[in-house]
């Protein structure tokens, strides 16, 4: 029997090789060969660059998240936002259109404030994203993030939570929830402790799910092993546009 990460990798190139003709013309290879060398344009790098990339592209956000607090107009706080794509621009549309290779995973809280591409200053194919309401650790959670490192060779997943989370807050209270919501909501309260406050309960269930990424995945769990892959939890704070390693 293969091992899993196995299955994974052999499933991907499966897929690739599908649509691969079995005897490629000189025009063919040579068109192949550009792919190649677009794909290579997509770097894979090191968990500490990813890292590194993730809290400059914050830096920039938060900047320019709090020049546009004082915005007099829409316009001149858009401008202001947009600031964050000056002289930054990973984009390249042929490249994407060849296949991904995002830096980092993002396993965030669907929450509509929190966007880990616009917060992490980020484009289209770099940041490789999970998102449900609670930023919880669920299983198709865990195997997309399987999926994104075992194939695509991301180095760093970012568990994300963030102030004000509406799931969190829904665990914490009593209010009968619908049963769809309930199992949303318990393995959040799992992660709760006694006394808590809505800060706390937080950060708390943002660590709690990143435990669980190497706790129920022998996937992560050899990648971490291995160091070629590293798990972070952080949060955002909304009002600032700032994200805290935790
Ligand atoms: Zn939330």
């Known amino acids: ?92 549309p042929l490249a994407l259109a060849q296949g991904q290779r995002p830096f980092a995973a993002i396993l965030s809280c669907a929450d509509a404030r929190v966007d880990p591409s616009w917060l992490f200053a980020c484009g289209s194919g770099e940041l490789f994203q999970v998102r449900s309401a609670g930023n919880t650790a669920f299983d198709e959670a865990i195997a997309s993030l399987e999926f994104a490192v075992a194939v695509l060779g991301t180095p760093l997943v970012v568990v994300l939570g963030h102030s004000a989370c509406g799931a969190v807050k829904a665990a914490m209270a009593s209010e009968p929830l619908t049963p769809l919501l309930e199992g949303l909501v318990k393995p959040i309260r799992a992660s709760l402790r006694s006394g808590d406050d809505l800060t706390q309960a937080i950060e708390g269930n943002t660590r709690y799910a990143a435990t669980q990424l190497t706790a129920r995945s022998a996937v992560l769990k050899d990648a971490v092993a291995a160091g070629k892959f590293t798990i972070r939890s952080a949060s955002f704070d909304i009002g600032s546009g700032v994200v805290t390693l935790l």
């Open 1 to 92: 029997m293969l091992p899993r990460r196995q299955i994974l990798v052999s499933s991907a190139l499966g897929i690739a090789g599908a649509v691969l003709p079995m005897a490629l013309s000189k025009g063919a290879q040579a068109a192949g060969t550009m792919e190649n060398k677009l794909l290579e344009s997509l770097q894979v790098c090191t968990p500490k660059d990813a890292l590194t990339r993730l809290r400059e592209g914050n830096a920039r956000f938060a900047k320019a998240w709090t020049a546009a607090h004082g915005g007099a107009s829409p316009e001149q706080r858009m401008q202001r936002l947009n600031s964050i794509w000056e002289n930054n621009c990973q984009i390249d």
